[in-house]
């Protein structure tokens, strides 16, 4: 992958036509936010723009994904946001795996699967760099671009809570007020409220907690027979991995998550002095330094095991 600037991508994106936007899988807010905000800006440079994304949109991204209709015609060009790795793509997003012109990214374990990248690891989320992409570009943002840049910028700093958070995330935030963005409907929206079947999830989920490494490491499972007696969604599990992380004491808080044919899914959090990302490479995962995940093809059993053993010895490196 060529590395380039943000004034080559924008000068990339002005250039070209017919762009089908990828998203990853399990699509969070700053994938779906990021996506739907550059298909916003392109169309009203006056470009064709798609989005395309293997899973279902969140509903509760409605205030800015339901006036954009995707069109359905042949792309050109195939640009990725917030994909650190092609492993993340699903579904019919997957056809385009090896055909990705230009990746925008703040994963700094990003693959460089790209023809084109801007990845800066230093940015709190995709959707700060498509704002100062846009800033660059001298777009104009209208409200629901700026709903849509303000929600990924929310998610993925945990409502600007993260150490990812910089004086610029607050000013692009603020920014993005004024263009119109609803931050009390948005942060509300995404971390006050929940739906019955998650809070029910949540108390099985909390059902499952253990202690390990002398109680710095806390543990939680959430099995396939959770899913369907609480009726959650799949999208409504994302809160959960911070959970285990609050509590007093923990530096790493670990969520396994039952998938199918004997995969587990973990999420790992972790405090500031333990890479989370280090811990998920060891089984070909990945993601950021307080936040990373991977999966163990295994038994239950099994899977749980290696990953606490992970755990322990990171800490005890640390000694
Ligand atoms: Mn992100």
Same mark, same amino acid.
Do not use: W
């Given at each position: ?50 989005? %395309? ?48 012109? %230009? ?16 990845? +800066? ?13 846009? +800033? ?55 971390? +006050? ?123 005890? +490196?640390?000694?």
């Amino acid at each position: 992958m060529e590395s380039i600037t943000l004034e080559q991508a924008a000068e990339y994106l002005r250039e070209h036509d017919k762009y089908l936007i990828l998203m990853h899988k399990s699509p969070d807010g700053d994938a779906v936010g990021s996506g739907y905000a550059l298909c916003m800006a392109l169309r009203n440079m006056g470009k064709r723009a798609d989005t %395309l994304c293997g899973d279902i949109i969140p509903p509760m991204y409605g205030y800015f994904t339901d006036m954009v209709q995707n069109e359905g015609f042949e792309p050109e060009c195939i640009v990725s946001v917030d994909l650190a790795t092609t492993n993340l793509l699903s579904g019919k997003a997957l056809e385009y795996k090896d055909r990705i012109d %230009l990746c925008i990214d703040h994963h700094g374990s990003n693959t460089g699967f790209a023809k084109y990248g801007f990845v +800066d690891g230093r940015i709190s989320s995709c959707a700060e760099i498509i704002k100062y992409l846009f +800033d660059t570009m001298k777009i104009e943002i209208t409200k629901n671009i700026a709903d849509a840049l303000f929600t990924g910028i929310c998610t993925d700093t945990g409502c600007f809570k993260y150490s990812s958070v910089s004086p610029q995330t607050h000013i692009a935030a603020a920014d993005l007020m004024e263009k119109g963005a609803d931050s009390g409907y948005i942060c509300h929206a995404m971390f +006050d409220n929940k739906s019955k079947s998650k809070i029910l999830l949540e108390k099985m989920v909390l059902d499952t907690l253990e202690f390990y490494g002398g109680e710095c490491i806390a543990f939680v499972v959430i099995t396939k027979a959770m899913m369907d007696e609480s009726g959650a969604m799949e999208c409504e599990t994302d809160g959960i991995a911070s959970i285990p992380r609050q509590i007093e004491g923990v530096k790493i808080g670990v969520t396994m998550k039952e998938k199918e044919n004997g995969e587990y899914r973990f999420s790992v959090r972790t405090s500031d002095e333990i890479d989370a990302s280090v811990i998920c490479s060891r089984f070909g995962g990945g993601g950021h330094k307080a936040a990373a995940g991977c999966s163990i093809h295994s038994t239950f059993r099994d899977a749980k095991e290696k990953m606490i053993a992970a755990c322990i010895e990171i800490l005890e +490196d640390r000694k």
